[in-house]
């Protein structure tokens, strides 16, 4: 098939396509076109990002060309760079999602990460005003309002308080958002991608209000960006002084401006627009403030007419990564299902996986960390020989929480809301292989 794209081009395919889908029915011939772009779009990619089809000389017995020439020398690249093999591993956004990029999301490509850890360069993006280009020299962080000595720190002041690094999960509370009425999204990427795992290191929050000491009288905080939209949450004092984290490096590099350079927030376990980047100000008070983002938006509307107000944490989540949408099963034998699941109320205890659509169960193995408020890798380990399954993953958190289905999810909550979507999520698998999003309600 590439070496049709490459002769003929992807106008000429597409053209082809639309010609032999004639005679099908509607439903048919878009289904038939949806898969034929999807193909032809990905091999023109592929062939665009410069990765070639494979050689069999490169094969064994024969000795591949790389091996009878020298690579590039040391810090050719002096950041690094991904493999040219790998550039289609990237955050993507939906278009029609926001009006504005500056005020919109990009999501982190689930479906081809390892382990827990997000790199740096894929963590979902999330802006209310764009990025702002901060100088660190002149950025400063106040804290005032209820204190007894109100301080103005510089990020020199802050780096000499004693240190922690810590590996916390961060999550849009739209994550799968797009999919509460419906499924409508064909990706991983797409339904579950506004979700990143890192090591954040910086100091506890706490520290910093010991040193300019809490009056009886304050109860909350009031963080602000210094983005142009001076992004802004409400925060109780009991999260502040138990694992609120000032951050300003990610995964052992300073942080990148689209994560809050210099300085941000990190509520563990929390709604990821609580842990305001660009963090300039800490207000102490006696109640919460009220502002746009947790009145007009960050709010859960339920069946009832009535909304939610701060609802902070982010519940018992979990989906299967493989098999998925972007990768379908290719041959028969043994797979290995694997997902990652999370709480934002503490450790993942336990993890099931279903091949009928929730009617029985079978216990996953987790893989590798397993850490409080972080990602964790589940495994289970089958054959599949061309079974239609329903395939899905239930999550269990160390409090005894167990991950809802649909229906449970919106008897309780309706069908209104946008945030806070946690339900067990269903992939079909086809006797092909092919991964496609359904809703069992």
């Known amino acids: 098939m590439s070496r049709i794209i490459k002769r003929l081009g992807t106008r000429h395919l597409m053209a082809q396509l639309a010609k032999e889908s004639e005679g099908l029915s509607i439903n048919e011939r878009r289904d038939f076109l949806r898969k034929g772009v999807m193909t032809v779009g990905g091999l023109a990619a592929t062939l665009s990002a410069g990765q070639a089809i494979a050689d069999d000389s490169n094969l064994p017995p024969m000795e591949p060309k790389w091996s009878k020439m020298l690579g590039h020398g040391v810090v050719e690249f002096p950041y690094g760079q991904p493999s040219q093999y790998e550039s289609h591993v990237v955050r993507r956004t939906v278009p029609w999602l926001t009006a504005e990029s500056i005020s919109s999301i990009s999501m982190s490509p689930l479906q081809d990460l390892k382990g827990i850890i997000t790199p740096n360069g894929l963590v979902f993006e999330r802006y209310h005003a764009g990025v702002p280009q901060i100088n660190p020299e002149e950025h400063r962080l106040i804290i005032h309002g209820l204190v007894n000595r109100p301080i103005i720190f510089t990020m020199a002041d802050l780096m000499r308080f004693p240190s922690v690094s810590e590996i916390k999960f961060i999550e849009c509370p739209a994550n799968g958002g797009m999919e509460w009425k419906g499924a409508q999204m064909e990706a991983l990427q797409f339904t ?43 925060i109780p ?10 951050v300003y490096a990610q995964n052992g590099e300073m942080l990148r401006p689209e994560q809050g350079y210099p300085l941000r927030l990190i509520n563990p376990g929390w709604e990821g627009n609580t842990s305001i980047k ?41 989906v ?32 099931d996986v279903s091949f ?83 809703q069992i309600s």
Request: with cysteine; hydrophobic share 35%.
């Open 192 to 234: 579950h991608g506004m979700l990143s795992c890192c090591e954040w290191s910086g100091v506890p929050l706490r520290t910093l209000l010991e040193e300019v000491g809490v009056q009886p009288e304050g109860k909350w905080i009031l963080a602000e960006g210094a983005d142009g939209a001076h992004m802004s949450r409400s």
């Open 237 to 246: 004092l009991e999260k502040a002084l138990d694992d609120t984290l000032v």
């Open 278 to 318: 660009w963090l300039r100000r800490l207000e102490v008070g006696d109640k919460p403030w009220y502002h746009r983002e947790e009145t007009s938006k960050y709010t859960d509307l339920m069946s009832d007419g009535r909304a939610r107000k701060f609802t902070f944490v982010q519940e018992t989540n979990s």
């Open 320 to 351: 299967i990564t493989t098999p998925c949408p972007e990768h379908p099963i290719k041959q028969s034998g043994l797979i290995e299902i694997e997902g990652v699941a999370w709480s934002g109320r503490g450790k993942i205890k336990q993890v």
């Open 356 to 438: 009928d659509g929730g009617v029985n169960w079978t216990p996953a193995k987790l893989k590798g960390l397993v850490l409080a408020k972080a990602l964790t890798r589940f495994s289970l380990v089958t054959k599949w020989d061309g079974q239609p399954w329903l395939l899905q993953a239930r999550a269990i958190d160390e409090t005894g929480y167990v991950q809802p289905t649909l229906k449970q999810l919106r008897k309780i909550r309706g069908g209104n809301s946008i945030y806070h979507k946690n339900s067990i999520h269903t992939w079909q698998v086809a006797a092909n292989g092919e991964v496609t999003n359904v």
